[in-house]
């Protein structure tokens, strides 16, 4: 499997926010739905190794993302806060997360999926002038170069207008090995699994 959580259990100010029993994931695109405030989005950061559970056991890739820094590597998350950096363009953007000193070999990749996304006029842009839906396609199109094994992804569809969420749920469908996005209204059926938060004992 590539998640396992087990009584998983986070904690914010005395309130439980997040509840998983028990969960595995293996190869595939599962969806994830529910109100706000039903864990959805700190699920994505656990597994992801950056918001550390109160209890429970979290395996991904077979390791601890809280303690592998080579299982973090092979994990690409995207949130509402992108990270990119908004003084740098698009393309800038990409060389920096995708290139090494002296080479960059993902970046060709890279703008083939800033094609498919239609995002490829504003990558000479610097990132402050992109709007909320050319961020998130940017980031996608960085996350998927990237070429991580487990691709996380947060509420991707709803900045995106038709076209775009068509594209996108094309490309998810022929990328990365297993992809977990969170979802509250609707998006494309892309097959796949639901899961629905909260979940229960």
Request: glycine residues 12%; hydrophobic residues 40%.
């Given at each position: 499997?590539?998640?396992?959580?087990?009584?998983?259990?986070?904690?914010?100010?005395?309130?439980?926010v997040l509840?998983?029993?028990?969960?595995?994931?293996?190869?595939?695109?599962?969806?994830?739905?529910?109100?706000?405030?039903?864990?959805?989005?700190?699920?994505?950061?656990?597994?992801?190794?950056?918001?550390?559970?109160?209890?429970?056991?979290?395996?991904?890739?077979?390791?601890?993302?809280?303690?592998?820094?080579?299982?973090?590597?092979?994990?690409?998350?995207?949130?509402?806060?992108?990270?990119?950096?908004?003084?740098?363009?698009?393309?800038?953007?990409?060389?920096?997360?995708?290139?090494?000193?002296?080479k960059c070999?993902?970046?060709s990749h890279?703008?083939?999926?800033?094609?498919?996304?239609?995002?490829?006029?504003?990558?000479?842009?610097?990132?402050?002038?992109?709007?909320?839906?050319?961020?998130?396609?940017?980031?996608?199109?960085?996350?998927?170069?990237?070429?991580?094994?487990?691709?996380?992804?947060?509420?991707?569809?709803?900045?995106?207008?038709?076209?775009?969420?068509?594209?996108?749920?094309?490309?998810?469908?022929?990328?990365?090995?297993?992809?977990?996005?969170?979802?509250?209204?609707?998006?494309?059926?892309?097959?796949?699994?639901?899961?629905?938060?909260?979940?229960?004992?």
């Open positions: 499997m590539k998640v396992e959580v087990r009584e998983l259990k986070k904690v914010y100010g005395g309130r439980v509840y998983v029993p028990q969960l595995s994931l293996d190869d595939g695109i599962y969806v994830i739905r529910g109100p706000n405030g039903s864990g959805k989005s700190t699920f994505l950061k656990v597994l992801a190794g950056i918001v550390r559970p109160t209890s429970g056991t979290v395996r991904v890739l077979g390791g601890d993302p809280f303690k592998d820094l080579k299982v973090r590597k092979r994990i690409s998350l995207v949130g509402h806060r992108t990270g990119l950096i908004e003084d740098l363009n698009g393309h800038e953007n990409a060389r920096l997360f995708l290139c090494g000193p002296l070999e993902k970046l890279f703008l083939n999926l800033a094609e498919a996304l239609n995002i490829l006029g504003v990558l000479r842009r610097p990132v402050r002038t992109y709007s909320r839906g050319e961020k998130t396609k940017l980031s996608i199109a960085i996350a998927v170069a990237y070429g991580g094994e487990i691709l996380l992804l947060d509420e991707p569809f709803a900045p995106l207008d038709t076209t775009s969420r068509e594209a996108l749920s094309s490309l998810l469908k022929g990328g990365a090995s297993t992809v977990i996005i969170t979802a509250h209204g609707d998006i494309p059926d892309m097959g796949g699994r639901t899961i629905n938060f909260p979940l229960s004992a």
